[in-house]
C-alpha cells in the first residue's frame, strides 16, 4: 500500500519531483526511500509522516498507513499522531482493528492510555477521575512514563481550584521530565514529546514564573516543528499574552494570528475562545472600547476606564451568569474601587499559581497604601 501510494504520486508528477527530490523535500534519505518502494523494510513512522507531508495535502494517506504497521514503536508513533490531531475517531478505529490484533502487551497499554485520555479531551470528562484513571496504569516502558507524566501535567494546567495550586504541580513535572524526552529513541515520539513540553514550559514560565522573556522562548520553539499546528497555535497564543503588559499591538496580533492557525487547521473551539474572551479582555485592559457582546469585556472597559456604575452593573450580570472567579473579582474591584475585593482577587491569582495575572489586581492596589504593601510582600514571596 505505502509503495503503490508514493510510486503513483510520483508517476503524477512526471519529471516535477523523482526519488532524488523527494529526499530533500522529506528529509528522508534516497536509500530509505528506496527500501520502502522496494517493499524490504518497515521504515520508521516520523520518515512516513514526512514522506506525507511532502506528497499529500491532507493526512487521510497517512492514516490508511497506519493500519499496515507492524513494529510497536511505529503503533505508539501513530496514536500519538491521531491524539495531536485530535482525531479521536480515527484514534479508536486504530485501536480497535489493529493495535488490539498485536501481540505486543506494551502497546495495549498505550492504547489504554490513549483511550483514556481521547475520552477527557473529546467529552470534557472530569479532571480528577482522569487522573485516578491515568494513574492506575503502571508503566510498560520509559516513555509510556514520560507520556503519564505530561498528560498529568496538561490536566493540572486546565484544573481552576482555590484549595490547591496545579500550575506548580503542572512546573514541577514539566521540569522533571524535560531531559528524560532527549533521550527518547523513536524519532516521532521524541518530537511529539518536545513539543508537549515546551508547549508547557511556555505555560510554566508565563504564568507561574511571570517571566515573559522566557516563555516567548519556549513557544518559538513550537513554531519551527511540523508535528502539529494546535502547538503553533497555541504558541502563538502565549507570545500574545507575553506582551498583556506592555504591548498592545502585539498582543492583538498574535492572538489574531493563533486564531488564523486554529482556524485553518479545524481547532475552531480554541479559535472561538481567543476572539470571544481574550480579544475583548486585551481591548478593555489598554483602554480600548469593547466592541463585542462579550460582558465581561465591557465590565472591564467601564470599571477601569469609562463609567463606573455601568461596570457595576455589567459585573453584577456577569458573575449572576457565569460565577465568581479572579477575572470577575478584580473588574469588580475596580467598578467599586474596593481594595479588599481586589485583594481578594489578587490572593486568588496565587493560591492557583498565576503569578502573571496576579499583577493585574496588583496594579490596582497601589492606590490603597496598606494593601498595596501587603500585596507586593506576598508577591515577592510567591514568584520569586
Known amino acids: ?40 523494510v518497515e521504515t520508521s513512522f516520523i520518515n512516513l509522516f514526512n514522506l506525507s507531508n511532502c506528497l499529500f495535502e491532507r493526512d487521510s494517506k497517512l492514516f490508511n498507513w497506519c493500519y499496515v504497521l507492524e513494529l510497536p514503536g511505529n503503533m505508539k508513533a501513530a496514536m500519538e499522531f491521531m491524539f495531536l490531531k485530535k482525531e479521536f475517531g480515527q484514534l479508536r ?38 487522573l485516578k484513571r491515568i494513574r492506575e496504569i ?15 501535567a496538561n490536566i493540572f494546567y486546565r484544573i481552576v481550584s482555590d484549595s490547591s495550586a496545579y500550575l506548580h504541580e503542572m512546573t ?26 515546551n508547549d508547557l514550559q511556555g505555560k510554566s514560565y508565563l504564568y507561574v514564573k511571570s517571566n515573559a522573556e522566557k516563555a516567548r522562548e519556549y513557544a518559538e520553539k513550537n513554531l ?52 470571544t474572551y481574550f480579544l475583548p479582555f486585551v481591548d478593555a485592559h489598554f483602554g480600548e472600547k469593547v466592541d463585542s457582546s462579550d460582558i465581561e469585556g ?10 463606573k456604575q455601568k461596570g457595576q452593573k455589567y459585573i453584577n450580570e456577569a458573575i449572576d451568569e457565569r460565577g465568581e ?19 481578594k482577587s489578587f490572593s486568588q491569582f496565587l493560591q492557583i499559581g498565576d503569578n502573571y495575572y496576579a499583577q493585574l489586581p496588583l496594579e490596582a492596589l497601589k492606590k490603597f497604601e496598606t494593601y498595596s504593601r501587603m500585596a507586593e510582600i506576598m508577591y515577592k514571596q510567591f514568584v520569586n
Open 138 to 152: 503502571s508503566y510498560s516502558d520509559k516513555e509510556s512514563e514520560i507520556l503519564l507524566k505530561l498528560i498529568e
Open 325 to 343: 472567579c479572579m477575572f470577575t473579582l478584580y473588574y469588580k474591584g475596580l467598578a467599586f474601587d474596593d481594595p479588599e475585593i481586589l485583594f
Open 93 to 130: 478505529n486504530f485501536i480497535d482493528n489493529r493495535v488490539m490484533k498485536s501481540n505486543n502487551k506494551s502497546v495495549k497499554k498505550w492504547a489504554r492510555i490513549y483511550l483514556i485520555i481521547s475520552e477527557y479531551e473529546e467529552y470534557s470528562k472530569d479532571h480528577f477521575e482522569t
Open 172 to 197: 514541577r513535572i514539566v521540569n522533571e521530565v524535560q531531559d528524560q524526552v532527549q533521550h527518547i529513541k523513536d524519532k516521532f515520539l521524541q518530537e511529539a514529546f518536545l513539543c508537549r513540553v
Open 298 to 307: 465591557k465590565a472591564h472597559y467601564e470599571s477601569k476606564w469609562g463609567d
Open 224 to 275: 519551527r516543528q511540523n508535528i502539529c499546528q494546535l502547538f503553533k497555535g497555541n504558541s502563538l497564543y502565549i507570545i500574545g499574552r507575553s506582551y498583556n503588559f506592555s504591548d498592545y499591538k502585539n498582543t492583538r496580533e498574535y492572538a489574531i494570528q493563533a486564531i488564523n492557525v486554529y482556524r485553518e487547521n479545524g481547532y475552531s473551539y480554541f479559535a472561538d475562545e481567543v476572539e
Open 1 to 40: 500500500m505505502i509503495s503503490k501510494d508514493i510510486e503513483t504520486v510520483l508517476d503524477n508528477l512526471g519529471n516535477k519531483m523523482d526519488i532524488k527530490e523527494l529526499s530533500t523535500c522529506s528529509g528522508v534519505p534516497e536509500a530509505t526511500i528506496r527500501r520502502i518502494l522496494n517493499q524490504k
